[in-house]
């Protein structure tokens, strides 16, 4: 069984950008779609963004688009976040997550992931 840890959360200020990491252990990362999520205080998590196995294929939420990045490397057993141009509002604890099955949908539902992380906390100050 795959198990997840989530680093590079942090204070950061508006505008400012932050990198998140996500190493994985137990498991051969590179048979794993990987995604991110987010979940601010008193809301649903939400979906960031998703790679695929190979990392030929990448999707991410309307929020973010132009603004955070999602990319791995099977050689370190490791997905990143690449977030700039940073907001309040983009202010939650993070997730990320893995599946070895195929997506029902379009892989952008906690619901189609088995494994996740215990999170990271961003904060963007205004």
């Known amino acids: 069984q795959v198990q997840l840890a989530e680093s590079g959360g942090g204070l950061v200020q508006a505008g400012g950008s932050l990198r998140l990491s996500c190493t994985t252990s137990g498991g051969t990362f590179s048979m794993y779609a990987m995604g991110w999520f987010r979940q601010a205080p008193g809301k649903e998590r939400e979906f960031v963004a998703r790679?695929?196995?190979?990392?030929?294929?990448?999707y991410s939420a309307d929020s973010v688009k132009g603004r955070f990045t999602i990319s791995r490397d099977n050689a370190k057993n490791t997905v990143y976040l690449q977030m700039n141009s940073l907001r309040p509002e983009d202010t939650a604890v993070y997730y990320c997550a893995a599946t070895r099955g195929l997506f029902a949908g379009l892989g952008t539902s906690p619901r189609e992931y088995e494994y996740w992380g215990q999170g990271t906390q961003v904060t963007v100050s205004s």
């Open positions: 790679i695929s196995r190979s990392g030929s294929y990448t």
